[in-house]
């Protein structure tokens, strides 16, 4: 009988976890909204080009919420779907931490309003703040939960609606973001090696390429800082390209490297779903085969922290990734942070 070849990968974790705990990701699950705005519709709003969007950043359309629908209500509903396909009840989950750059309000954390629309009446929580890479903090930091014990069941959510910070009259960056959510349940599977590593950076000296610049203790909210739309993303685009590639790049040859693999031994690399021409030159840097790559960028543009939890369950769910496969995480945002993950799905 033919049995499939032993993979030959190292965990890196299995020297230091003394208890053999590792955090799986047991499933996912992913919402966006029902409206969807085209690069037509754009061209209506400021001046701007199908054609101009498409070959500078590879954005056909982008899912825009509701204006009575929260970052909360679109990251309870992916929770629901991965709570559903896990078949784990509200009770069961210990630690909720939702990652996102658009709270429903400065506080209570978005994760607690999170807590109360599922009913996780067990559970602790709290927001990461990561940019768009707080998806892969907030596993880094519930796989640390699950490894030192204090949890078996953490619920990592990624969220965004970006559209409420979005400039509508800046087409240098209105053309980019999207909203929706994605979220993953990480328990203790024994035998099963989940998120083999994680490598996670930030350079704060470069906080202020991307950001949104008043309505926290800095610069609180004023009639000025309205007049001056300080309370929308400010990005430079150039700058934030450039590091975005060298990053994304770095994070993840040092998560390879960990793990003693080649870029080739993986069977899908899913990025930070921010530009195509970012995605291609990540790819074509790391020797990345066209059949490796993931990418939805197309149909849901930039979704900041929600961006690759949303394309994680798209590409299992479309069976881009099976038991077993090896699945490569690389990600860049505001901050600047930045991190990858290979994942033994
Ligand atoms: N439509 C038409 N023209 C435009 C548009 C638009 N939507 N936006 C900018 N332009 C114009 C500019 O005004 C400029 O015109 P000018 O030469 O007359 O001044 C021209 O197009 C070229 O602009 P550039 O900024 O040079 O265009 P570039 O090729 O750098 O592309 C872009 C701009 C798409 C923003 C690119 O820099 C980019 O993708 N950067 C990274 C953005 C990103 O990924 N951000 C998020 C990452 S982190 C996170 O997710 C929060």
């Not at 991965?82 to 069961?92: D, F, H, L």
């Not at 400065?106 to 109360?116: D, G, I, M, R, Y």
């Not at 074509?284 to 149909?299: K, S």
Request: aromatic share 6%.
């Amino acid at each position: 009988m033919n049995s499939a070849p032993r993979k030959t990968f190292k965990n890196p974790r299995a020297q230091h976890d003394f208890r053999s705990r590792t955090g799986s990701i047991v499933a996912v699950g992913s919402y966006v909204p029902a409206r969807v705005l085209t690069n037509a519709d754009l061209e209506k709003m400021v001046e701007t080009s199908n054609e101009w969007i498409i070959t500078r950043t590879g954005i056909r359309e982008r899912h825009i919420a509701r204006p009575d629908e929260t970052t909360s209500d679109m990251a309870a509903e992916a929770a629901r779907r991965a709570m559903a396909q896990a078949r784990v009840k509200p009770e069961q989950i210990d630690l909720i931490l939702v990652a996102t750059v658009t709270p429903d309000m400065l506080f209570p954390s978005t994760a607690c309003l999170v807590q109360e629309k599922i009913g996780a009446r067990r559970a602790a929580a709290f927001d990461i703040e990561a940019a768009c890479s707080g998806f892969i903090y907030g596993l880094e930091v519930g796989q640390q939960f699950i490894m030192s014990q204090s949890c078996d069941t953490v619920l990592v959510i990624g969220a965004e609606k970006l559209s409420s910070i979005v400039d509508w009259t800046d087409r240098n960056t209105c053309v980019l973001f999207g909203d929706g959510a994605g979220a993953a349940i990480l328990q203790n599977r024994p035998g099963s090696h989940g998120l083999l590593t994680v490598h996670l950076g930030a350079d704060g000296s470069k906080g202020s390429v991307l950001c949104v610049p008043s309505g926290g203790s800095r610069n609180p909210a004023s009639a000025k800082t309205v007049a001056a739309r300080e309370h929308f993303i400010r990005m430079d685009g150039k700058e934030t390209f450039r590091n975005a590639v060298q990053a994304m790049h770095a994070a993840a040859i040092e998560v390879l490297r960990r793990c003693e693999l080649d870029i080739s031994q993986i069977q899908c690399v899913i990025p930070h779903q921010a530009n195509r021409r970012i995605i291609d030159a990540v790819g074509e840097r790391l020797g990345v085969r066209p059949d490796q790559l993931f990418v939805n960028l197309d149909r849901i543009g930039n979704t900041s922290a929600a961006s690759v939890a949303i394309a994680l369950d798209e590409a299992v769910a479309q069976g881009r990734i099976r038991q077993g496969d090896l699945v490569l995480l690389t990600v860049f945002g505001g901050g600047f942070t930045w991190g990858a993950a290979v994942i033994e799905w």
